[in-house]
């Protein structure tokens, strides 16, 4: 097994090479995306609608806000700023999580686990504010359990992501508790408290526990009755995203043996049988082959986003159960705290990351040509164009269609204004943010090849 720094290093090559290649390729049209380009294109401004999410909304878009007061016009490139600033926050927050932990093997592999189950399985359609939430989330926990003393530099920190937690996303409703805790864990575990070091901490946990009530109040008085029902009724449907679905069960079929056999985590015998998940994990995208539902699908990756919270509190669970004095009562970490042991624990986390690799390929290679295939449609066309008339209506592009959206990505993807306009298709009666007859005009910003 190779060290645990070249286990780092490889890791962050890898994250952050498929972000700026998701970037660049997919060019930030994604469901959101396309109506986020938009308005931001239209206002040149932020496009800020959500107060309880505000302060992510705001980080991620500074990057194509910096193009709009640099001149850019061309819709293209702000596109792919768009969307290099959303991949970049919770890219940077999971980087620098992997760089604290790069010295503790089984730390190592919690931090990887998260990013293999959660992140590489749920933010295909970036625009979520709950990648930052979770990121945040799992760099925190990091930070905290490998801190050997209280420092002003670590309350600093914890300070700076503790305010962006304010207003993120309503997962802090549990994870914002959860972390103020861990914080108090830490001051209460310290050798010594320094005034200014103990009062940043202090007011990370203050900035951990306002996203709590931010959450709260949005839930109570949401931006939209018709998305929190949605939402909620989503949520069972995680089972919908066969990426997360495997990874998890992999991930699952480790913990649970160790719990039940916990000297078997000096073997390999438990992860034998969970890569059997990860092997038909890597294997999926073969399942497009079929003429079925039953494969890596983008628009699954978003109902999977609810239960992916519940996984990343776990998560900070079993970091802060490892770095505390509870470690000595739990049989299966002093397992893990075997040098072996630990680097198969490692080795595995390195393993389910590399097999969610190829469906996130696939989906991105997937996504390129959808959106080749909707450029072509709106530049070989005038007017407003018929869905059902269109190459978008035939299989596969059916399944990436997101009838509301339509509009916004053919706005976005004209070179010039003469150019269509892909309707919704028949019988839609939901909100869109512009009738397909009369779209939003943009003066000078189109889409430069």
Same mark, same amino acid.
């Given at each position: 097994?190779?060290?645990?720094?070249?286990?780092?290093?490889?890791?962050?090559?890898?994250?952050?090479?498929?972000?700026?290649?998701?970037?660049?390729?997919?060019?930030?049209?994604?469901?959101?995306?396309?109506?986020?380009?938009?308005?931001?294109? *239209?206002?040149?401004?932020?496009?800020?609608?959500?107060?309880?999410?505000?302060?992510?909304?705001?980080?991620?878009?500074?990057?194509?806000?910096?193009?709009?007061?640099? !001149?850019?016009?061309?819709?293209?490139?702000?596109?792919?700023?768009?969307?290099?600033?959303?991949?970049?926050?919770?890219?940077?927050?999971?980087?620098?999580?992997?760089?604290?932990?790069?010295?503790?093997?089984?730390?190592?592999?919690?931090?990887?686990?998260?990013?293999?189950?959660?992140?590489?399985?749920?933010?295909?359609?970036?625009?979520?504010?709950?990648?930052?939430?979770?990121?945040?989330?799992?760099?925190?926990?990091?930070?905290?359990?490998?801190?050997?003393?209280?420092?002003?530099?670590?309350?600093?920190?914890?300070?700076?992501? &503790?305010?962006?937690?304010?207003?993120?996303?309503?997962?802090?409703?549990?994870? !914002?508790?959860?972390?103020?805790?861990?914080?108090?864990?830490?001051?209460?575990?310290?050798?010594?408290?320094?005034?200014?070091?103990?009062?940043?901490?202090?007011?990370?946990?203050?900035?951990?526990?306002?996203?709590?009530?931010?959450?709260?109040?949005?839930?109570?008085?949401?931006?939209?009755?018709?998305?929190?029902?949605?939402?909620?009724?989503?949520?069972?449907?995680?089972?919908?995203?066969?990426?997360?679905?495997?990874?998890?069960?992999?991930?699952?079929?480790?913990?649970?043996?160790?719990?039940?056999?916990?000297?078997?985590?000096?073997?390999?015998?438990?992860?034998?049988?969970?890569?059997?998940?990860?092997?038909?994990?890597?294997?999926?995208?073969?399942?497009?082959?079929?003429?079925?539902?039953?494969?890596?699908?983008?628009?699954?990756?978003?109902?999977? *986003?609810?239960?992916? !919270?519940?996984?990343?509190?776990?998560?900070?669970?079993?970091?802060?159960?490892? &770095?505390?004095?509870?470690?000595?009562?739990?049989?299966?970490?002093?397992?893990? &705290?075997?040098?072996?042991?630990?680097?198969?624990?490692?080795?595995?986390?390195?393993?389910?990351?590399?097999?969610?690799?190829?469906?996130?390929?696939?989906?991105?290679?997937?996504?390129?040509?959808?959106?080749?295939?909707?450029?072509?449609?709106?530049?070989?066309?005038?007017?407003?164009?018929?869905?059902?008339?269109? #190459?978008?209506?035939?299989?596969?592009?059916?399944?990436?269609?997101?009838?509301?959206?339509? #509009?916004?990505?053919?706005?976005?993807?004209?070179?010039?204004?003469?150019? !269509?306009?892909?309707?919704?298709?028949?019988?839609?009666?939901?909100?869109?943010?512009?009738?397909?007859?009369?779209?939003?005009?943009?003066?000078?910003?189109?889409? *430069?090849?």
């Amino acid at each position: 097994m190779p060290s645990t720094k070249i286990v780092y290093r490889t890791t962050v090559c890898l994250i952050w090479g498929l972000a700026l290649w998701h970037s660049w390729e997919c060019r930030g049209l994604f469901v959101d995306g396309s109506a986020f380009l938009v308005q931001i294109a *239209r206002r040149e401004w932020f496009f800020d609608f959500y107060g309880p999410r505000l302060y992510a909304m705001v980080v991620t878009q500074v990057p194509i806000i910096t193009g709009l007061f640099l !001149g850019v016009t061309d819709l293209h490139l702000l596109a792919r700023l768009l969307s290099l600033g959303l991949f970049a926050l919770p890219t940077a927050l999971y980087h620098l999580a992997l760089l604290r932990v790069k010295d503790d093997a089984v730390l190592l592999a919690a931090v990887i686990a998260a990013i293999a189950v959660v992140f590489m399985t749920t933010s295909f359609f970036i625009v979520g504010e709950y990648n930052t939430a979770y990121a945040i989330a799992v760099l925190a926990a990091a930070r905290l359990v490998t801190a050997q003393r209280l420092t002003v530099v670590d309350g600093l920190f914890l300070a700076v992501i &503790g305010l962006l937690a304010v207003r993120t996303y309503e997962a802090m409703l549990y994870l !914002g508790p959860l972390l103020a805790a861990m914080i108090v864990w830490a001051l209460w575990r310290a050798p010594s408290r320094p005034w200014l070091a103990s009062g940043l901490h202090l007011l990370s946990a203050a900035g951990f526990l306002a996203g709590m009530v931010v959450a709260i109040g949005s839930l109570r008085r949401p931006y939209s009755e018709e998305h929190l029902d949605e939402t909620l009724q989503t949520a069972a449907n995680f089972w919908q995203n066969l990426q997360f679905d495997l990874a998890l069960l992999a991930a699952l079929v480790v913990v649970v043996w160790a719990l039940v056999r916990p000297r078997d985590l000096l073997t390999v015998r438990p992860y034998r049988w969970a890569m059997l998940g990860l092997a038909i994990l890597a294997l999926s995208p073969l399942m497009a082959l079929s003429d079925t539902l039953v494969r890596p699908l983008a628009k699954s990756q978003y109902v999977a *986003r609810t239960a992916a !919270g519940l996984v990343v509190a776990a998560i900070v669970v079993f970091i802060w159960v490892y &770095g505390s004095r509870l470690r000595d009562k739990v049989p299966a970490l002093l397992v893990l &705290g075997n040098p072996p042991a630990a680097r198969r624990f490692l080795g595995f986390a390195v393993v389910m990351l590399a097999a969610v690799l190829p469906s996130d390929i696939y989906l991105t290679q997937n996504w390129i040509s959808y959106l080749d295939v909707m450029r072509s449609t709106v530049r070989d066309r005038d007017g407003v164009i018929a869905f059902e008339t269109s #190459p978008l209506a035939r299989h596969p592009y059916d399944l990436l269609v997101e009838a509301w959206i339509l #509009p916004s990505q053919s706005l976005a993807l004209r070179a010039r204004r003469g150019d !269509g306009i892909v309707a919704p298709p028949k019988g839609f009666n939901s909100w869109q943010p512009f009738p397909p007859d009369d779209p939003y005009p943009l003066g000078p910003f189109i889409w *430069r090849d």
